[in-house]
């Protein structure tokens, strides 16, 4: 059986073996049979990777080591240690909002979700191993007392814009990684704040439960204090509200202080923090103090390697259960671990996972910008009692859709040129299928539309889970800057038509695109298509085109509007036919894409 993973904030201590045996006895033999075949994939590759290290020549290992070293140096010419980012993550979110919404929770184990599965719990259920993605009979077993929350998405959601309104007030491109995430770059804002700022504080006590935060009793006699009585309407006790104020100085940490304190005053929640040089590092640091706390790494290089040499692998975004098996294999059981051995990745691993763990490894962020955090795709994807009816399959994945139009609107996504299914069967094995559009998914009717076309061809499988998602995502900043650029870019992710055989060794296939002054095909290759590009232009000048907007482009009629910006594959030599033109301007036809 698998093990019990206790990496989360507020697990730590738990008797692993106790509740992993618990687990066991209570899991499904069809549970059971999909968890040894997954353990059985994981051990063969281990297996495969322990032959691999055993087998490797003297000129393999030398010319390894040569490569992490050189890579290494490349890395480390990149560092960047100018900036303050900071990783907000909101402490036990939805079990959060429902102790604050009912005070009864707050001083027993909960959990939100249902029998089949948990999205949260709050600190209390944690220490009995209770925790997300756990079935929620599972927990009952481990904690008999566990109150279950039904979930309710909607509420958490409009709790969540509340707050992100405050980030934006530090960072205008601040991202919503979900909910209760959010990464923020104070960079500008910490260089612009030259002064304290004082904030007023309140809190609350008497015999109303129903506001929070709670005031401390050994600070209720304080001199400051103003103390105010009022009668709550919703439980007609009387409340009293402990009004005082608070200062804040100039420096990030400072700064992440107030941003807190603001999301507590404002919606009755507590978040955690990590700051540090990049989001890598600053997500692993929010997770240090919780709940309700902050952590700072210094933005130092030999402060980040001493961070990183006793920190477990599974503290890493992106290093999972399968991942961690494989570099245990390798003795690699910290971060510190990692960079020892790092000349026996390339022997092991991929291109990008050798360069992926060795950024790790450095604490180096996974993108070359450390102020870009923007996430690569958006999903929503709901478990259920499994089922093969699909008039009830239809029904999840309507309200699936929607929601993730919703949070794509929320975020400032415009949206995605990739739509995958996912879908996980009754035996617990996962299935994906993708599709490329010829155009952007933005709408609810697109996303319902592409999403159907997937689950369609899935039907009679028995299904417990089903998600959507987005990616190779377009932002609302992209499209307002469109260039000519990014049209040849987006031309380029499109996939080819189904009646072209770019394989068949009998045809020389010559890709070409439409020029988007002429219209006529050019090959393309950037050398070509730019120099075609720029003698469109020279000769619409002579010819009294005097801006960008006058110069005209043809494009043909009898060409379906949906198939204009297509990729087009033709013989060589192959010559396009003569068709009548109609006049545009660039500005309508990069509208289009």
């Known amino acids: 059986m698998l093990t019990f993973n206790d990496n989360k904030a507020g697990m730590s201590g738990l008797d692993r073996e106790k509740i992993s045996k618990v687990i066991a006895e209570n899991t499904s033999s069809t549970y059971s049979s999909f968890s040894k075949k997954q353990q059985s994939r994981i051990e063969e590759k281990v297996l495969e990777i322990k032959n691999r290290l055993e087998n ?19 890395l480390e010419s990149c560092r960047d240690l100018s900036r303050d980012c900071v990783c907000i993550d909101m402490d036990a979110y939805f079990a959060a909002v429902e102790m604050r919404d009912n005070p009864k929770l707050r001083s027993v184990p909960m959990a939100v979700g249902s029998s089949a599965m948990l999205s949260t719990s709050n600190y209390l259920a944690r220490r009995f191993g209770v925790r997300a993605a756990m079935p929620g009979f599972i927990a009952k077993k481990l904690c008999p007392n566990l109150t279950l929350v039904s979930v309710n998405y909607s509420k958490y959601s409009k709790i969540s814009q509340k707050f992100s309104q405050i980030f934006l007030e530090y960072d205008a491109e601040v991202s919503m990684m979900s909910l209760d995430e959010a990464y923020i770059d104070l960079t500008d804002y910490v260089a612009q704040r030259t002064e304290n700022k004082t904030l007023e504080r309140r809190r609350y006590g008497g015999d109303c439960p129903c506001f929070l935060p709670r005031v401390n009793e050994t600070e209720k006699e304080a001199e400051n204090l103003e103390i105010v009585e009022e009668t709550c309407e919703k439980c007609a006790k009387i409340r009293k509200i402990y009004v005082d104020h608070v200062e804040f100085g100039i420096g990030r940490e400072e700064i992440v202080r107030e941003i807190r304190f603001r999301v507590e005053q404002f919606t009755g929640l507590t978040c955690s923090a990590g700051i540090a040089a990049n989001f890598m590092l600053a997500k692993i640091c929010s997770d240090f103090n919780k709940p309700n706390g902050q952590f700072v790494l210094q933005n130092e290089r030999s402060a980040i ?28 059981r910290t971060v510190g671990d990692m960079l020892l051995k790092k000349s026996i990745l390339p022997l092991c691993f991929s291109p990008l996972a050798q360069e992926s763990f060795l950024r790790i490894a450095l604490g180096l962020s996974g993108r070359p910008s450390a102020s870009d955090p923007r996430r690569k795709s958006i999903s929503v994807e709901r478990t259920f009692t499994p089922t093969s009816d699909f008039s009830l399959l239809c029904e999840e994945h309507k309200e699936i859709c929607r929601m993730l139009e919703e949070d794509v609107r929320k975020v400032g996504i415009i949206g995605g040129r990739t739509i995958t ?53 377009v932002f609302e900043e992209e499209k307002k800057s469109k260039t000519i650029a990014d049209f040849w870019n987006d031309q380029k992710l499109r996939p080819p038509k189904s009646d072209q055989h770019p394989d068949d060794p009998d ?9 988007p002054i002429c219209g006529c095909h050019v090959e393309n290759r950037l050398e070509i298509m730019n120099s075609h590009v720029d003698e469109c232009i020279r000769k619409n000048r002579e010819n009294g085109a005097s801006s960008p907007e006058l110069i005209c482009i043809s494009v043909e009629k009898t060409v379906p509007a949906a198939q204009k910006l297509s990729t087009k594959k033709r013989k060589f030599g192959e010559k396009t036919s003569g068709k009548t033109k109609k006049p545009r301007t660039i500005d309508s036809f990069l509208k289009k894409v």
């Not at 490797?56 to 490349?74: D, P, R």
């Not at 045809?507 to 020029?515: A, G, K, N, S, Y």
């Open 507 to 515: 045809d020389l296939i010559i890709e070409t695109r439409p020029c």
């Open 305 to 332: 390697m001493e961070f990183l040499t006793d920190l477990p692998i599974r503290k890493v975004g992106g290093i999972g259960r399968v991942s961690e098996a494989h570099l245990q294999s390798m003795e690699i």
């Open 56 to 74: 490797a020549t003297k000129e393999e290992k030398q010319s390894a080591e040569y490569l992490m070293n050189t890579l290494e140096l490349k």
């Open 421 to 473: 299914l996912k879908l996980k069967l009754a035996s617990f094995d996962v299935l994906t299928r993708s599709l490329t559009p010829s155009e952007v998914v933005t709408s609810l009717e697109d996303i319902q539309k592409y999403s159907m076309e997937l689950l369609e061809k899935e039907k009679g499988q028995e299904i417990r889970l089903l998600g959507v998602r987005l990616s190779q995502l």
